[in-house]
C-alpha cells in the first residue's frame, strides 16, 4: 500500500473552467476527508465521506463543489466555474475506523491555480 | 471562526535544544489532540496524539502536555534535529466531528 494518491498534483486552470480532482484512499480506510489549504493557513475542511455515503459538509463547500466517492473507494472533488478564489492546495486524508484513535493519512494534494 | 490557534508563525532554535510548539483552542468540548508535520510538496503527516482525558503523551523525542484548564497544549521536541525542520499544525477533534487545524508553526532547527 502506497499511501493517499492524489491526482493531479499541479492543475492551473482559466477562470470559468471545470476541474476535477481525484484521491485514492489506503485501501482498508473506510473515511475519506477532503481538506483546502490557503497560503499561512492550516487545512481547512471541506467533506468527508464514510464509505460511499457524504456525512458531513463544510459552509465552504459552495454549490460549485461537489464531492463523490461511488464504491466507497475512491473520491473526486469537482469544481465548476472556477474563480480566482479557488487557488488553493486540495488535501484528501483518510482513516479507519477501530479503537483508539490514529490520527489521519493526507496525500501530498493538488494545487490548484486558477488564472 | 478559529477554534485552534497557533500564535506564533515561526521558531527557530539550535540543533539539541528543546524546541516547544504551543497551540490554544476555544472548544472545551474537544476530546482528542494531534499535531502533524508537514515538509513542503507533502501532505500533513501524523506526529503523536493525546486524548483528553490525559494531560501527556510521549513518544521517543517527542512529547505532548495538555492543560486543560487553559485550553492549552504543546508540543516538546527533545533534542531537535535539522530533519525535524518543518511546519508544525495542531489539530482538535470533537467526537466524530472534522478535525479542526491551526495555522501551523515553521519549526526551523540550525545545525
Known amino acids: 500500500d502506497t499511501g493517499v494518491s492524489q491526482d493531479p498534483r499541479h492543475k492551473i486552470t482559466k477562470r470559468g473552467q471545470n476541474v476535477t480532482f481525484r484521491c485514492d484512499p489506503i485501501?482498508?480506510?473506510?473515511?475519506l476527508y477532503w481538506y483546502r489549504q490557503t497560503l499561512g493557513q492550516g487545512p481547512e475542511f471541506l467533506t468527508y465521506?464514510?464509505?460511499?455515503?457524504?456525512?458531513?459538509k463544510s459552509r465552504l463547500l459552495s454549490d460549485r463543489f461537489s464531492a463523490e466517492r461511488p464504491k466507497g473507494s475512491f473520491s473526486t472533488l469537482e469544481i465548476q466555474r472556477t474563480e480566482q478564489g479557488d487557488s488553493a492546495m486540495y488535501l484528501c486524508?483518510?482513516?479507519?475506523?477501530?479503537?483508539?484513535?490514529?490520527?489521519?493519512?493526507f496525500g501530498s494534494g493538488t494545487r490548484l491555480t486558477v488564472v | 471562526d478559529q477554534q485552534v490557534k497557533q500564535n506564533s508563525p515561526s521558531l527557530s532554535v539550535q540543533e539539541g535544544r528543546i524546541s516547544i510548539l504551543n497551540c490554544d483552542y476555544t472548544?472545551?468540548?474537544?476530546?482528542?489532540f494531534l499535531w502533524y508535520k508537514k515538509y513542503p510538496a507533502e501532505g500533513p503527516t501524523f506526529l503523536i496524539s493525546?486524548?483528553?482525558?490525559?494531560d501527556k503523551n510521549e513518544d521517543g523525542r517527542f512529547t505532548v502536555f495538555l492543560n486543560k484548564s487553559a485550553k492549552h497544549l504543546s508540543l516538546h521536541i527533545v533534542p531537535s534535529q535539522p530533519g525535524d525542520s518543518a511546519v508544525y499544525f495542531c489539530?482538535?477533534?470533537?467526537?466524530?466531528?472534522?478535525?479542526?487545524f491551526g495555522a501551523g508553526t515553521r519549526l526551523t532547527v540550525k545545525p
Open positions: 489539530a482538535a477533534k470533537e467526537g466524530n466531528n472534522d478535525m479542526r
Open positions: 472548544n472545551s468540548m474537544f476530546d482528542y
Open positions: 493525546i486524548s483528553s482525558i490525559k
Open positions: 485501501s482498508e480506510h473506510n473515511r
Open positions: 486524508a483518510s482513516s479507519i475506523d477501530r479503537g483508539g484513535y490514529y490520527g489521519y493519512t
Open positions: 465521506f464514510q464509505n460511499e455515503a457524504q456525512l458531513e
